[in-house]
């Protein structure tokens, strides 16, 4: 079930604070992971709301647009203004706007997978994804995350945070079990950080997806901390992972040296 997120300060506390906005946004946030058209009641339980103050709050994004009811009428989706909003923030950030261009390059030279995922604490959220021939389709959404203790680039993100940080991540909730390689001890994880140091990328094997080898390598905003990350991922059919390294590597580190301002 979808967990109501808090708030980045307490409500109680910050006068500007705006309580029926904040009770609409769960509205929207309750969609997040939704197998379908979620009702009434789901949203309700989904939100914490009553199922009247649901009712009203669903009534008002269906008539501003963000919600629609579903083809059979049993419940609501996400309706397209979503999308515009979406369309807004890529073109709008500045990260995205500067590494378009050279992840489009990268692409070209390397012919494999090529993502850009922002840093958002536990979760990485792919905001760019160049695909190759052997994706699914929801592996290539925009939007998608994926746990930072798992990926590539969440280690290589993580290989430059302090050691506190580090351990707030990997330790406030379990780390789940994606694939049967996928590293759930933090102490394995750590391993694998320490070596993303001495290295300057991250080497990934099956964390996310079983016969996918992935090269991370983080991106740093101006003060040195790591905001985002470029994954490249191939299949362990066709590379093997040292060779791989050897290939990608450099050009993954001439990315981020394009992208980064100044």
């Known amino acids: 079930m979808q967990q109501k997120s808090e708030p980045a300060s307490s409500e109680d506390d910050d006068p500007l604070f705006i309580q029926s906005l904040a009770r609409g946004m769960t509205v929207l946030e309750a969609f997040r992971q939704a197998e379908g058209p979620l009702s009434l009641a789901q949203i309700a339980a989904r ?113 430059m945070l302090p050691e506190a940080e580090v351990d707030a991540i990997l330790d406030d909730h379990p780390i789940p079990q994606i694939t049967p390689r996928t590293l759930t001890d933090p102490a394995a994880i750590r ?32 003060d040195g901390r790591p905001i985002a990350a470029i994954h490249i991922a191939a299949s362990l059919s066709e590379w093997a992972p040292e060779d791989f390294r050897r290939r990608v590597a450099p050009l993954a580190a001439e990315a981020v040296r394009s992208i980064l301002p100044g």
């Not at 009534?59 to 647009?65: A, E, M, S, V, Y």
């Not at 579903?70 to 979503?82: A, T």
């Not at 515009?84 to 590494?99: C, E, G, M, Q």
Request: hydrophobic share 45%; charged share 25%; aromatic share 6%.
């Open 47 to 159: 939100t914490g709301l009553t199922r009247s103050a649901a009712q009203r709050l669903v009534h008002t994004f269906r008539k501003l647009g963000y919600l629609t009811l579903s083809e059979d009428g049993r419940g609501f989706r996400l309706d397209l203004p979503i999308l515009d909003l979406t369309h807004d923030y890529l073109r709008l950030n500045p990260l995205v706007r500067r590494a378009s261009p050279v992840l489009l390059e990268l692409r070209r030279n390397v012919r494999e997978r090529v993502d850009l995922s922002l840093f958002d604490g536990r979760r990485m959220v792919y905001a760019a994804r160049m695909q190759s021939k052997r994706e699914t389709f929801f592996a290539t959404l925009v939007g998608n995350s994926v746990p930072t203790a798992c990926t590539s680039g969440g280690w290589a993100v993580l290989a």
């Open 191 to 222: 391993g694998q950080i320490a070596l993303t140091r001495e290295n300057g990328h991250a080497l990934a094997i099956e964390q996310i997806l079983m016969g996918e080898v992935a090269l991370g390598v983080a991106i740093p905003d101006a």
